[in-house]
């Protein structure tokens, strides 16, 4: 499935299975919300994921974890080592503010959406609303500190080019919501983000080397959590 730039898009993703996500241009940027399917109530926890595995980007081969401790899903492989989790998503107001107005009436396709109206319009298609909004993970986009005294933070131009891919593996059922709108640091003049194909596949179980299970202690808890829900 191709999701243009400045679009949005949700699917379910069930256990085990995989969920590839590959760049059709530089400067691709996803803004990714994650639920539990049966629950969505349990969702995707950025602090928790962040700060039990010791990171501030997210990379393979770390979990995706819920508010519950359980992980979500698992990065198997991607050909970044950073994927941005803690800038957030862009506003209607501050895309207007910097490209100009625009409606689907005056500009048809080229309608230009922050990725805050993308994941509302999926969350709304889902009987889910602005209460379930959460820290969204932004892959494709890296945000490091600038290294100056006042620990900036700066957007890495350049970091994913056509062709990158990160992939997903689910450990419970999903609601996986996305918007390929650009990135709210991204300092590009004009609007033309970036689409990206969306591939499903059929996986299988980690096992006892999976790497994951075995990066570290709290990531294998994690795991240890999920496969516990279907015991």
Known sequence: ?????????????????????????????VATLIYA????TERLNVP???????????????????????????????????????????????????????????????WRRSAR????TELWKRSLGARDLHANINFFSKVAAAGDERATLEYV????????????RAEIDLLVVLSTAPHPLDPAETWSPAGVVLEVAEGAAPGPDDASRNWRAETGRSLELAERSYA
């Not at 399917?37 to 969505?40: C, I, T």
């Open 157 to 168: 131009p350049g970091h994913a080019s056509e062709g990158d891919w990160v992939t997903l």
């Open 1 to 29: 499935m191709e999701v243009p730039g400045g679009a949005a898009e949700s699917l379910r993703l069930h256990r085990h299975r995989t969920l590839t996500l590959r760049a059709l241009g530089p400067d691709a940027n």
């Open 117 to 120: 109206f993308g994941l509302l």
């Open 37 to 40: 399917l049966d629950d969505p």
């Open 48 to 110: 928790d994921t962040l700060k039990a595995q010791m990171s501030a980007r997210i990379k393979p081969p770390m979990t995706l974890m819920s508010d519950m401790g359980r992980a979500l899903a698992s990065v198997t492989g991607s050909s970044l080592d950073w994927h941005d989790a803690i800038t957030g998503h862009s506003l209607p107001e501050a895309v207007e503010r910097r490209f100009g107005p625009s409606t689907y009436a005056a500009d048809r396709n080229e």
